[in-house]
């Protein structure tokens, strides 16, 4: 099987696996026991908290696990827009957000919050005079993603956050696609929130963090024990924790030779398409965007039907959001970006990963014309 869908998840590093497996076994032990065992998964905890946020460039006291990038969306989105009502029901947010971000602030729009939704260019880039434009003295929140997970373009929070801090709104990103793909520095970014996930940078699924910047006000969303100083109750993922932590440590430490790589095969794949097959679009930024992500449109054919040919030769992509697939509906991240609908139907996301190698590629332009003439001849969109 060739993997070519790193942005839907991705396989566990055999590191981290090895680093988390004794935390299932012997050292099963709660952190908020007294016994020594327990003491020191306490103390382990710490120390990766530690790690995280030196990786990311803030304080330890200023990161908690979760479960995940979606729970960590939803602290960030539900929990500061909640507790800093009083100083206005404002909230700004773009359309390509992740459905972590996007049905969070729905959740808001139906109980009280207003919601404006910043338009983006046809790369997906978030317009900054509209963003600008749409600040009231209300806002108290705007949520704008770093990487976007279907088409991979990046936005500038850099400038984003300096409206921000100028307007004193609180800033949230959700960095799940960046994290270990990108250089993060939560100061150099300017935000005040960050949401990150394990399962997205080798680690494994149902662990997450998220950075709050010291004084920001928030409520938590998961109500119970004391556990992250009471702002997520529930015994700590241990497992998860180590694993993530490890995750993190590794991925940081070889971004550029990653990231080299996996651009070069990236770009091999979009050569081969563009030579091998008529009728393609590039979607999401020809630059600013994450080294393993490719995004194309075959005009005149379903994704779907591409996708389920693909895989009967071994090679797993998606079409662009594990969440929508099923259905014919053009992404909403391709329709803000002003695709017709009649292109964005016909969209296959592949997203190199770390094992993939020139072989893949070759495999995937060796069978990926074929389908797609084939599907062609057959379509009533080509007549
Ligand atoms: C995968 C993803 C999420 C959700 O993270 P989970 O850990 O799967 O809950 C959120 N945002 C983006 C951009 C993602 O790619």
Redesign the pocket.
Known sequence: MIYLDH?ATTPVDPQVLKEMLPYFSERYHNPSSVCSKSQENRELIETIRHSIASILGAHEDEIFFTS????S?NLAIKGVALRNRDKGNHIITSGIE?P?VLEAVKYLGENGFRVDYVPVDRYGIVDLEALEMNIRKDTVLISI?HAN?EVGTIQPLEEISKTARREGIIFHT?A??SVGKLPINVDRLGVDLL?L?G??LYGP?GI?AIYIRRGIEFYPIIHGGHQERSVRAGTENVPGIVGLGKALELAVKNIEEHNTIIKSLRDMLWDGIKKSIPDVVLNGHPENRLAGTLNVSFRNIEGEAILLALDMAGIAASSGSACSSGSSVPSHVLSAMGLPPEVGRGTVRFSLGHQNTREDIEKVLQVLPGIVQRLRAMSPLSQ
């Open positions: 942005n995940g990038g979606t729970e969306d992740h972590a993603m997970n959700d799940v696609q949401s996930s399962h997205k699924k997450g």
